[in-house]
């Protein structure tokens, strides 16, 4: 099967650019060594620390139109790229994991959250995936990567693989989605066939995947934290002097 993406080992060499993930899976913080001439495309603010001899360049990549997309996608309206000689750490803004996957030509969706980082090979677009995409990510505009080259991709937990036989059958929870091949045959449907029993077990709406196709999920989900800490969280002083009166 044509897997699109080959997960790699925490520490290595990829098309050029050496690569080591550290603190995996809660606090992972990738560090890579680029060579002279070598550029690596990051989301804006991703950087943690940089070599005396890299070079950052940040732009509206794509003009303006490129960049109402990328924020319409729920990403930074630029982009920054760093070009060696020299080491480069990148972390995600959201506590978790950073897996380094090689893409191998097939392209592949990931959802706006889901992407850190890639390779000089990988052109990353932002295209518009409508509503089914919406369900599928929480935004409308979907990441396409394509080409060959090396992809690091986070998640809020730890980021899991699932392989897809031909004709195998398999929902995802839509908040916990990450990446997944671009013409993957897929719907977006309750969990169940009650409104009310996909609503009160929590699932609500879940993407099914029809294989042959390799997922990667994230085993968190940041919405649902959102929602558990939300009961303790302080109340604001309007809601505190109403109650007084």
């Given at each position: 099967m044509d897997t699109a993406v080959r997960m790699l080992p925490d520490q290595g060499q990829a098309h050029g650019l050496g690569y080591r993930i550290d603190f995996r899976p809660t606090a992972a913080l990738a560090t890579l060594t680029l060579p002279a001439g070598h550029t690596v495309r990051a989301e804006s603010g991703a950087m943690v620390s940089m070599g005396g001899?890299?070079?950052?360049?940040s732009s509206m990549e794509g003009g303006l139109w490129g960049a109402v997309k990328r924020t319409a996608?729920?990403?930074?309206?630029?982009?920054?790229?760093?070009?060696?000689?020299?080491?480069?750490?990148?972390?995600?803004?959201?506590?978790?994991?950073?897996?380094?996957?090689?893409?191998?030509?097939?392209?592949?969706?990931?959802?706006?959250?889901?992407?850190?980082?890639?390779?000089?090979?990988?052109?990353?677009?932002?295209?518009?995936?409508?509503?089914?995409?919406?369900?599928?990510?929480?935004?409308?505009?979907?990441?396409?990567?394509?080409?060959?080259?090396?992809?690091?991709?986070?998640?809020f937990g730890a980021l899991a693989h699932r392989t897809l036989a031909p004709g195998e059958r398999h929902l995802v929870d839509t908040g916990h989605l990450i990446a997944w091949p671009a013409d993957t045959d897929y719907?977006?449907?309750?969990?169940?066939?009650?409104?009310?029993?996909?609503?009160?077990?929590?699932?609500?709406?879940?993407?099914?995947?029809?294989?042959?196709?390799?997922?990667?999920?994230?085993?968190?989900?940041?919405?649902?934290?959102?929602t558990a800490l939300t009961p303790h969280l302080p109340k604001t002083q309007s809601t505190t002097d109403d109650s007084d009166r």
């Open positions: 001899d890299v070079t950052l360049d996608g729920g990403r930074s309206g630029f982009v920054s790229r760093f070009s060696g000689p020299g080491e480069l750490a990148l972390a995600p803004p959201a506590p978790g994991d950073v897996v380094p996957v090689e893409l191998t030509g097939r392209p592949y969706a990931i959802a706006a959250h889901g992407y850190l980082a890639s390779s000089d090979g990988v052109e990353i677009e932002t295209g518009w995936g409508g509503a089914k995409s919406f369900f599928a990510s929480q935004s409308a505009f979907v990441l396409q990567a394509s080409g060959t080259g090396l992809v690091l991709l986070s998640a719907t977006i449907r309750k969990a169940t066939r009650s409104l009310f029993r996909s609503m009160t077990s929590g699932a609500g709406l879940v993407a099914e995947f029809t294989g042959p196709a390799d997922l990667l999920l994230q085993t968190r989900d940041l919405r649902a934290l959102a």
